[in-house]
């Protein structure tokens, strides 16, 4: 069995106005998405800003309710747990946010920070408590003694690794991470990254990664799906994506990751020039005449394309 199954998802934000603050219509952000995650897996959702990912992500754990569709942990409809089973199930999942400057209280020291969730759910004493916030400080790789000190005093990647140790404290199954290192220096990005697969196999995590960079998306996932306006246009494993794109928005995305190398860059230029006139000449094969995806049809055993 998956572990987690999304099935049809949609959500919808209303969009208000006028005098009685009618809704008169809705943004689309997730608009029928289905995929899975199995145990252990990195699953990458990727794609541009406002394409859903973000929405995606807080549904799957809880903060926002699907429009339609069900999302099955283990089998189970979260949307029919008992408030019991809904708690067990907030344990198992937890986030990672994008950015590391305001997702941590400034005015709470960084014992309180990491207990927070287990002051939530568990029942430990000061002294317990203390010790398992210094042993996950210690696994993140700061000092011990970082637990009586304020978010302001650390480096963004540091206070990452703070949100990652809060993030561990109640053993989850899955993490989400939602552009976890978007908001950090690029120096310190691999490192974060690098971290997170060291944690990933000694925690038994399963991780969905969203970004909408695909340097780091392919650096991370096993497998990958591609969002596009509330939809999936391709899905795969990294190796299909990187390697055998199918979809012309895949391509275009792909074509536009920066290459290091100035050697290159002439090559990468004329890909790129390549790629947009297939998507000029070609935007009928992939877009409906509302610039909407079509449904994924299934290419081989793990690969498929939104194609007519
Ligand atoms: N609370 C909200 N109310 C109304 N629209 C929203 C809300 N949050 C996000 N949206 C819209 O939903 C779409 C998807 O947003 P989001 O999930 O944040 O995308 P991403 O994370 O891929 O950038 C965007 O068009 C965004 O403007
Ligand atoms: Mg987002």
Known sequence: MEFLKINHLKVYYPIRGGFFRRVNDYVRAVDDISFELRSGETYGLVGESGCGKTTTGRTVIGLIKATAGEILLEGKDIAKLSSREFSRYRRDIQMIFQDPYSSLNPKKRVLDIIAEPLRN???????????????????????????????????????????????LTLNPKLIIADEPVSA???????????????????????????????????????????????????????????????????????????????????????????????????????????????RLKRISETHSVAIL
Do not use: W
Request: charged share 25%; hydrophobic share 35%.
């Open 184 to 294: 950090l220096d690029v120096s310190v990005q691999a490192q974060v990254l690098n971290f997170m697969k060291e944690i990933q196999k000694e925690f038994q995590l399963t991780y969905l990664f969203i970004s909408h960079d695909l340097g780091i998306i392919r650096h991370m996932c096993d497998r990958i799906g591609i969002m596009y306006r509330g939809q999936f246009v391709e899905e795969g494993t990294s190796e299909e994506i990187f390697n055998n794109p199918q979809h012309i928005y895949t391509k275009r995305l792909i074509s536009a990751i920066p290459n290091a190398d100035p050697q290159k860059r002439k090559e990468q230029l004329a890909l790129r020039k390549q790629v947009e006139e297939e998507y000029t000449n070609s935007f009928h094969q992939y877009f409906n005449h509302d610039g909407k995806a079509y």
């Open 121 to 167: 759910f568990e029942r430990l004493s000061p002294q317990e408590e203390k010790r398992k916030v210094q042993y996950f400080v210690e696994k993140v790789g700061l000092h011990a003694d970082s637990i009586y000190k304020y978010p302001h005093e650390f480096s963004g990647g540091q206070r990452q690794r703070i949100g990652i140790a809060r993030a």
